[in-house]
Nanobody, 122 residues
Framework: QLQLVESGGGLVQPGGSLRLSCTAS????????IGWFRQAPGKEREGVSC????????FYPDSAKGRFTISRDSAKNTVSLLMNNLKPEDTAVYYC???????????????WGQGTQVTVSS
């Protein structure tokens, strides 16, 4: 029911950076657990970060390696994912979703945006 929209994807060279944004027009995101996942062709959807509602606790899998940072801007009703030192293996469609709790299990997330393409190539 929550309608999410991702933006900020594009083409970037290895080592470059991108900032992705996730927003909702109908509800404030302050009280939602928001996760970023990615999916490349032929691969499972993989969680790369999550930020909890209310407390803004952040979580990252080992694959993030400290390169990714998730944050919430309440004034803009936006959850952002800053990706630094991008690698070709980061190429995927990136989605934001909401869940009852932060996790890296895609089935825990009840809603998703349409995704934004990130391509890392020289």
């Amino acid at each position: 029911q929550l309608q999410l929209v991702e933006s900020g994807g594009g083409l970037v060279q290895p080592g470059g950076s991108l900032r992705l944004s996730c927003t909702a027009s109908d509800f404030t995101l302050d009280y939602y657990n928001i996760g970023w996942f990615r999916q490349a062709p032929g691969k499972e959807r993989e969680g790369v970060s999550c930020i909890s509602g209310y407390t803004d606790d952040t979580f990252y899998p080992d694959s993030a390696k400290g390169r990714f940072t998730i944050s919430r801007d309440s004034a803009k009703n936006t959850v952002s994912l800053l990706m630094n030192n991008l690698k070709p293996e980061d190429t995927a469609v990136y989605y934001c979703g909401s869940a009852g709790r932060c996790s890296f299990i895609s089935s825990d997330f009840a809603s998703w945006g349409q995704g934004t393409q990130v391509t890392v190539s020289s």
